[in-house]
């Protein structure tokens, strides 16, 4: 239904956006990864998959056509949700995923917080053989670049609010947000403590 989006930013948070486009607020679920390259109140463009279930409609968003594509490989696989989908995204880049995959790097998906052995191997079963048959090096996208978060208290917070939308409970994710203070130092990004905090310990 939609292929993407565009309009100035108005709103922004670690996995939300919402695009002003013609007077229309789309409210657009984000991986933490694409939120460190939106600049507020600048014309961004989000490219969507409209997840629909029978109590929601929910729009996700990718800075580009390949992290889409990459989504809904993800998705296709049996036992992987959207949230899930977005996790991985959240947690490892493009070329992470893809390198997993085709080198059957189970302990990199196994990783993410959430994604255990039979989850893991299942999306490299399914996946493999589709992404040997795309050219890596032209698709892949490189990471994105870390930038428009706060080095403050509030990072601690928004990361947190960032985890628990992603699915993950208050208290694990309040001890995963300690322990990676603790262990890399209280200075870190907001997109770099979510990012720590989803790789399994």
């Known amino acids: 239904m939609f292929a993407y989006i565009q309009g100035k930013l108005v709103h922004k948070e670690a996995t939300l956006a919402v695009i002003d486009a013609n007077g229309i607020g789309y409210e657009i679920r984000i991986a933490t990864n694409t939120a460190g390259a939106l600049v507020l109140d600048q014309v961004c463009r989000l490219y969507i998959y409209l997840h629909i279930k029978e109590d929601a409609h929910t729009l996700y968003g990718f800075l580009d056509y390949e992290t889409k594509k990459l989504f809904m490989q993800l998705i ?32 990199t998906l196994k990783g993410v917080k959430g994604i255990g052995i039979k989850t893991a191997q299942q999306i490299i079963l399914d996946l493999k053989d589709k992404l040997k048959k795309e050219d890596l090096q032209e698709n892949s996208i490189s990471p994105t670049k870390l930038v428009g978060f706060y080095k403050t208290s509030s990072g601690k917070q928004e990361a947190l609010e960032a985890l628990m939308t992603l699915g993950i409970a208050k208290n694990v994710a309040e001890k995963s947000i300690e322990n990676v203070l603790k262990k890399y130092g209280a200075d870190l990004k907001t997109e770099e403590i979510i990012r720590y905090a989803l790789k399994n310990n």
């Not at 049996?78 to 302990?107: F, H, P, W, Y």
């Open 76 to 107: 296709s696989v049996s036992g992987v949700g959207t949230n899930t989908a977005m996790l991985i995204l959240s947690s490892l880049s493009n070329v992470e995923v893809r390198e997993a995959i085709l080198k059957e790097d189970i302990a």
